[in-house]
């Protein structure tokens, strides 16, 4: 049997990492590339709200799809930022895998976000929350280190850790075909 072949679109290490890991306990020596796919938007570069994290991380599959042809499956992975409610944040995190002509799509865990980061990223102040968290943190490029999870968890869970979780997940059906057809 050959080995299957993954495109990640993404170049960030930690989306690489936690999707050639969450590949590797069901897959025999997973062939993972990454390539960047932009996806645009509004905000600059960070999704707000449920549906634009939850549309940006299935574009991603998409573009990458119709792009790089040849792969068995596409992942994408997008981070988010929600409000709650007039006193709550969350940052959120969709994983898409494309297989075939299907898309699944996974909500992964909520993470509280203070409101004032959420609104500084709202108001345009930031593009990024990795931008936003590296200044508040003083950690450069913490979005391919520990993440804002990390940060605010003191490190007993990361950024790695909440999306390897995400895409095992996401990979749920394609395991299991008899009962997801």
Known sequence: ???????????????IKA???AFQLFFKDPIIDSQEVVVPTTNASQPIGEDQTSTHSKLRVIQARENHQGYDYYVGIEGGVVKVDSNNARIVVYSSIGHE????TIRGCGIPLPLEWYNALTTHKYHELGDLAAQKSGVPDIKKKQGVVGFFSQNYVTRYDVLKQSVIMALVPYLNPSLFP
């Open 19 to 21: 999707t050639k890991d």
């Open 101 to 104: 002509l299907a898309i699944e």
């Open 1 to 15: 049997m050959t080995n299957i072949k993954v495109l990640v679109a993404s170049k960030n290490p930690v989306k």
